[in-house]
């Protein structure tokens, strides 16, 4: 709707397992940020995929700047499917939460700003 009236024009992107996180979460795929972090640390590690899985992974700062990419091209031709997993949500009121003291990065361009600071700031 919001495109329609001039407000946004929108892109989405579909990434592979971002190898970012500062250790373990717990999460099945956290596995894939372990890798390279035993391998620079020069330290063992057991593998909980055989040597014939196929994973896609992409660094974290290489995430950042297709996002950042992706923000200065022009609007892919929406697809049905993915529209309608991906952008049918409603109109967001987050008063309540609001009151008691969460917040949000306010808008796009403080999102990924804050992102980018992220990434440059993790070991």
Do not use: K
């Not at 709707?1 to 795929?29: C, D």
């Not at 899985?53 to 049905?80: K, Y």
């Amino acid at each position: 709707m919001a495109e329609r009236r001039g407000e946004l024009s929108g892109v989405a992107l579909r990434l592979p397992g971002v190898i970012a996180r500062p250790q373990a979460t717990g999460f099945g795929s956290a596995f894939m940020s372990e890798v390279p972090r035993a391998v620079a640390q020069r330290r063992p590690y057991v593998c909980p995929v055989s040597t014939s899985a196929v994973a896609w992974w992409m660094s974290a700062a290489c995430a950042a700047e297709n996002l950042w990419r992706a923000a200065g091209i022009a609007a892919f031709r929406p697809d049905a499917q993915i529209e309608a997993v991906f952008g049918r949500f409603g109109e967001l009121d987050a008063g309540a939460e609001r009151s008691l003291g969460f917040s949000d990065d306010g808008d796009a361009h403080a999102l990924l700003r804050a992102a980018l600071e992220d990434l440059e700031t993790r070991p």
